[in-house]
């Protein structure tokens, strides 16, 4: 009785190995439907690694994967500061001086991208002394190096002051020059607001000066100047002298 019943287990499972043999080949030729589905899903499958591929090239994909080196620190860094990037100063530095392809500045706390102006900002030009750093004192005394490329304005006057605030102003409306973030320091914090007290006490100082100097010349428009070798220099007003229309007597009068 064992010994049948071996016997028949053993045929049994002959008998399926045979089917599975039997099978086999028509399940992995299949139907030239399932050859086509498997070519799409193959070829699908490759343009999504070699779109990847572009992508990560690029950069556009490192930034977005965590430990994704400089660009998730920048990601990052944008996303702690409501989508504006805080450069530390070792960071403009390193990035903004060329090395690395871009050319950055920095004024007022305000980053700007100034790659497209070479002929003015790489290296061995007359500005290259601004990249990588905020020089904002410099774009109004002319000093160019040492202790005088500074963000440090203290001690400027209103009108150098308005002459900073123009700076900024002229980097923000060019078409020819981006602005890519802030820098954490004297003007903006860590997290790129504002450091309070600061900026907004320029700014406001600026304002009242202008406003003095507007109502000052209302009140005291300027005559029209000429020096000559011969005569020396001479000093008469108009009725329309300075932009403002006035009362004139008598005849013009040497200075």
Not at 109 to 118: L, R, W, Y
Not at 164 to 184: Q, T
Request: with cysteine; charged share 20%.
């Amino acid at each position: 009785m064992r010994r049948r019943a071996d016997g028949k287990q053993s045929d049994a499972a002959g008998d399926a190995a045979a089917a599975a043999r039997t099978s086999a080949p028509a399940a992995a030729v299949g139907s030239p439907q399932d050859l086509l589905r498997g070519m799409a899903v193959g070829c699908g499958a490759l343009l999504v690694l070699l779109g990847a591929g572009w992508l990560w090239r690029s950069g556009a994909l490192s930034g977005l994967l965590p430990g994704g080196g400089a660009s998730g620190e920048t990601a990052a860094a944008a996303a702690a500061s409501g989508g504006v990037r805080v450069f530390t100063p070792e960071q403009l530095q390193v990035e903004g001086s060329g090395g690395s392809g871009r050319l950055l500045l920095a004024i007022l706390g305000e980053v700007f991208d100034v790659s497209a102006g070479t002929d003015f900002y790489a290296e061995g030009k007359g500005y290259n002394c601004f990249v990588g750093r905020d020089g904002s004192r410099a774009f109004v005394t002319g000093e160019f190096e040492g202790e005088g490329l500074t963000d440090s304005i203290d001690g400027l006057d209103p009108s150098e002051l308005d002459g900073v605030l123009h700076w900024r102003g002229f980097y923000r409306d060019s078409d020819k020059y981006h602005a890519v973030g802030v820098l954490a320091g004297r003007y903006y914090d860590s997290t790129g607001a504002r450091i309070s007290g600061v900026l907004d006490v320029i700014e406001e100082k600026v304002a009242t000066w202008k406003a003095a100097e507007a109502a000052t010349k209302e009140a005291f428009p300027p005559c029209n100047s000429k020096w000559t070798q011969a005569a020396g220099s001479h000093v008469w007003c108009t009725s329309k002298s300075g932009g403002t229309e006035r009362c004139v007597h008598g005849a013009a009068t040497p200075a």
